[in-house]
């Protein structure tokens, strides 16, 4: 157990320092960056710089693609969705060749998605770094949306709100660490922690979720592990480590294999 903390310290203490580095090259709703080492999937946004030291966010950022040889990483933009405000002006401003990219944002502050109290207690309490979100918060956005099961869109909506920047999901004794934004895996830790109980769709201290009666998002997940494991799954195509651990736990979870290997 303490040498399963202790390795989950160490990402966190990595994954926890704010990244920044200039632009070197804009195209369309791609641009790229030079630097040491950055990993796929991790989010951040575009500070564009204005006269008289201003400065503005303009866009979303997703690394999509790094190559250790150049040192350049590849980024793809999209609208910025951290701030809404109609009485704001947005500006005619556009991505240029020496803004700033800030990446890990928030990476500080963390949900954690957890079957049960006393894993969700264990962990938390284990990796005292990073500010934990309750999950209640979580619970709340998705009553607020109708929502019994957790979609995509709620986890957004939560790092939007309350500036989230990981996601946790504790699924056979494994911990996988996700950006609250692109919904990528960045790491893949051993937890071997003893399950004894589930609370569906997640441990929670709020007793009941509203839900809207029709639509996606609807209906009770039938079970805990399998759920997360297609939600990772559907933006985690190419994890191999994913599906690895999956098939590693036997017939199980053979109708779940079986399920996502025909969305491959």
């Known amino acids: 157990m ?19 580095s200039p632009i070197v090259s804009v195209e369309g709703t791609t641009a790229t960056i030079k630097i040491e080492k ?13 006269p008289e030291g201003h400065t503005s966010i303009l866009k979303n950022v997703v690394v999509k693609s790094f190559d250790s040889e150049s040192k350049m990483a590849t980024l793809e933009m999209s609208d910025y969705t951290g701030l809404f405000n109609n009485a704001l002006p947005t500006g005619r401003w556009h991505v240029e060749i ?20 006393e894993i969700y207690h264990r962990i938390t309490i284990s990796a005292k770094t990073l500010q934990w979100i309750h999950p209640d918060i979580f619970a709340t956005i998705l009553s607020f949306n109708g929502h019994r099961t957790p979609m995509k869109n709620d986890f957004e909506q ?21 950006d609250s934004k692109s919904f990528a895996i960045l790491t893949i830790t051993d937890a071997d922690l ?42 985690n ?3 191999k480590q994913l599906l690895e651990n999956i098939k ?10 079986k399920k996502l290997e025909s969305k491959e």
């Not at 109980?197 to 997940?221: A, T």
């Not at 590693?248 to 294999?257: C, F, T, W």
Request: proline content about 4%; charged content about 20%.
């Open 2 to 20: 303490k040498y399963i903390l202790l390795m989950f310290m160490l990402i966190l203490e990595l994954c926890a320092s704010v990244v920044q």
């Open 38 to 50: 950055i990993d796929v999937g991790m989010s951040g946004f575009v500070v564009h710089h204005l």
């Open 98 to 117: 020496g803004d700033t990219v800030i990446l890990a944002f928030a990476y500080d502050r963390g949900l954690l998605i957890a079957p049960n109290e």
């Open 158 to 178: 939560l790092s939007n709100s309350v500036s989230v920047g990981l996601l946790f999901f504790y699924l056979d004794k494994k911990l996988y660490m996700v």
């Open 194 to 235: 003893a399950q004894e109980s589930k609370q569906l769709p997640f441990y929670r201290r709020v007793p009941e979720l509203d839900v809207i009666w029709l639509g996606e998002g609807s209906s009770e997940i039938e079970d805990y592990e399998p759920y997360y494991y297609e939600l990772l799954f559907t933006y």
């Open 237 to 239: 195509r190419e994890n």
């Open 248 to 257: 590693a736990q036997g017939p199980k979870y053979e109708e779940l294999l």
